[in-house]
């Protein structure tokens, strides 16, 4: 019996031009084209930075909220149609999630706008109450969504409540206006995520109170 050991071919005994991270088998394949008889090979790319790379384009908004796309209908008009910077960041925020459209308390909402008062401050997101704050200043607020309580504070000190569209046709490049955002930091993030005590999740639970009674395991460990 004769038998015969054959070498296998390495790569690059196959294709020398493949060095590194593109040591790899290409896959070829042959398409035929209808009124074409000759074949064509197709071979694949070297991704750059072997495809690491972040995703920079411009989010569009998922939201099925017939307002709110009219909204970024109209400020996509006047982001293109003039040079103001302003209503390019109303435009970007528009679109952002719900998540990352940050809420603005009445507390930082006086205190940011408490050299500017002649001014309208504009809020990409949803006014809130505080409690702690007794005084509320008179305040021209534009934003997309006031809690009822914040709404009657701000009304029965003077201000005034705007929507978007009104601000549109008041201040159409954005002049004498103050962009506001919220926190991005809030302790409610901590709660998002999967259920605590899953696999893998670090979210913060919702517990009735911290002490030795509560939210404790019980037995041998």
Do not use: W
């Given at each position: 019996?004769?038998?015969?050991?054959?070498?296998?071919?390495?790569?690059?005994?196959?294709?020398?031009?493949?060095?590194?991270?593109?040591?790899?088998?290409?896959?070829?394949?042959?398409?035929?084209?209808?009124?074409?008889?000759?074949?064509?090979?197709?071979?694949?790319?070297?991704?750059?930075?072997?495809?690491?790379?972040?995703?920079?384009?411009?989010?569009?908004?998922?939201?099925?909220?017939?307002?709110?796309?009219?909204?970024?209908?109209?400020?996509?008009?006047?982001?293109?149609?003039?040079?103001?910077r302003f209503n390019q960041a109303v435009y970007k925020r528009l679109n952002?999630?719900?998540?990352?459209?940050?809420?603005?308390?009445?507390?930082?909402?006086?205190?940011?706008?408490?050299?500017?008062?002649?001014?309208?401050?504009?809020?990409?997101?949803?006014?809130?109450?505080?409690?702690?704050?007794?005084?509320?200043?008179?305040?021209?607020?534009?934003?997309?969504?006031?809690?009822?309580?914040?709404?009657?504070?701000?009304?029965a000190a003077g201000g005034q409540c705007l929507t978007f569209d009104q601000?549109?046709?008041?201040?159409?490049?954005?002049?004498?206006?103050?962009?506001?955002?919220?926190?991005?930091?809030?302790?409610?993030?901590?709660?998002?995520?999967?259920?605590?005590?899953?696999?893998?999740?670090?979210?913060?639970?919702?517990?009735?109170?911290?002490?030795?009674?509560?939210?404790?395991g019980r037995g041998r460990r």
């Amino acid at each position: 019996f004769f038998f015969f050991f054959f070498k296998q071919k390495t790569a690059y005994e196959m294709l020398r031009s493949l060095v590194g991270s593109e040591m790899c088998i290409r896959d070829r394949y042959q398409r035929r084209v209808h009124g074409e008889s000759p074949q064509k090979n197709f071979m694949g790319i070297d991704l750059y930075r072997a495809g690491r790379i972040r995703n920079r384009r411009f989010r569009q908004t998922k939201t099925t909220d017939v307002y709110l796309r009219l909204l970024i209908r109209l400020y996509e008009f006047l982001s293109r149609r003039t040079n103001s910077r302003f209503n390019q960041a109303v435009y970007k925020r528009l679109n952002q999630t719900r998540t990352t459209r940050y809420p603005v308390s009445l507390s930082r909402l006086s205190k940011h706008m408490r050299n500017n008062n002649d001014k309208i401050a504009v809020v990409v997101g949803s006014i809130l109450n505080d409690e702690r704050n007794l005084e509320i200043p008179k305040l021209s607020v534009c934003a997309l969504r006031f809690s009822e309580r914040a709404r009657e504070r701000i009304l029965a000190a003077g201000g005034q409540c705007l929507t978007f569209d009104q601000l549109a046709l008041r201040a159409p490049t954005g002049t004498n206006t103050f962009l506001i955002r919220g926190a991005r930091s809030r302790e409610a993030l901590k709660h998002f995520g999967k259920a605590p005590g899953a696999k893998h999740s670090h979210t913060k639970p919702y517990v009735r109170s911290v002490g030795r009674k509560f939210e404790r395991g019980r037995g041998r460990r």
